[in-house]
């Protein structure tokens, strides 16, 4: 099931503005674990930060990928994501991934939204637009 939130830009303004940002450490640590604690200077081609807001996951990924798609089912929330240009917004259910290509996708990040979501229908996509392996 998925909810609806921030649709007045008032809300996303403070959102914006009082929400915390991820730690540097946090990125790191994911990286650390795609890369199986190798240390290496490769980008992840494409990553999908589900549930991205108004992007402060996103944008921490994107030193780390050549590509991130940041998806969010809040309009106001996407108009207003710090924008970067390896970064591509779209307002997308987590649910429904089908604009993505099955085995596509490098690394998926859900940082606060996973309990709002239809965890059933999320997985299913998540195994489909996943590269094997991943």
């Not at 779209?90 to 939204?113: G, P, W």
């Not at 309990?115 to 590269?131: A, D, I, M, T």
Request: hydrophobic share 35%; aromatic share 10%.
């Amino acid at each position: 099931m998925s909810y609806r939130l921030f649709e007045v830009e008032e809300h996303t303004r403070k959102y914006r503005l009082h929400r915390p940002n991820y730690p540097k450490q946090l990125f790191e640590h994911i990286i650390n674990y795609y890369f199986n604690g190798n240390q290496t200077n490769e980008k992840i081609p494409l990553a999908l930060d589900v549930g991205c807001g108004n992007g402060q996951a996103t944008i921490g990924l994107s030193l780390y990928c050549d590509r991130v798609i940041g998806i969010d089912i809040s309009e106001n929330q996407i108009a207003h994501a710090i924008q970067k240009d390896n970064i591509e917004y779209r307002c997308n259910k987590a649910e429904d991934l089908t604009f993505l290509e099955s085995n596509s996708v490098d690394l998926i990040t859900v940082a606060t939204v996973l309990h709002w979501l239809n965890l059933e229908l999320f997985v299913e996509e998540v195994k489909r637009v996943l590269k094997p392996n991943t």
